[in-house]
């Protein structure tokens, strides 16, 4: 069974960065998708970055260039640094997981087929 715990949430104030970590158990790591959602409240969860066993990365437009998803080698424990933070930013931070797949950008569409974590709270002031 696949288990993701995340850890590394916080506030800081805008332009400040955060690093986010999550730790995977129970996978395939040569065969997965690993990524970060984020969900703020009273707006729809938003896919944030994904990063495939074949070493595809894709960022949603909002973060490039300030966000940077990487992993450990043998992908038991994956992170997202986080930097020139701003308030938009703010939300809950899930770590996600599609064990046997590999990662899609249409996938940021299909949050529903991911496992997820329980989540780290990230907030920004202004």
């Known amino acids: 069974q696949v288990q993701l715990v995340e850890s590394g949430g916080g506030s800081v104030q805008t332009g400040g960065s955060l690093r986010l970590s999550c730790a995977v158990s129970g996978h395939r790591p040569d065969w997965s998708c690993l990524g970060w959602f984020r969900q703020a409240p009273g707006k729809e969860r938003e896919g944030v970055a994904l990063y495939g066993s074949n070493e595809y990365i894709t960022y949603t437009d909002n973060v490039k260039g300030r966000f940077t998803i990487s992993k450990e080698n043998g992908a038991n424990s994956y992170y997202l640094q986080m930097t020139s933070l701003n308030p938009d930013d703010s939300g809950m931070y899930h770590c996600?997981?599609?064990?046997?797949?590999?990662?899609?950008?249409?996938?940021?569409?299909?949050?529903?087929?991911?496992?997820w974590g329980q989540g780290t709270q990230v907030t920004v002031f202004p």
């Open positions: 996600v997981i599609k064990d046997r797949s590999l990662c899609y950008g249409f996938m940021f569409r299909e949050p529903e087929s991911f496992t």
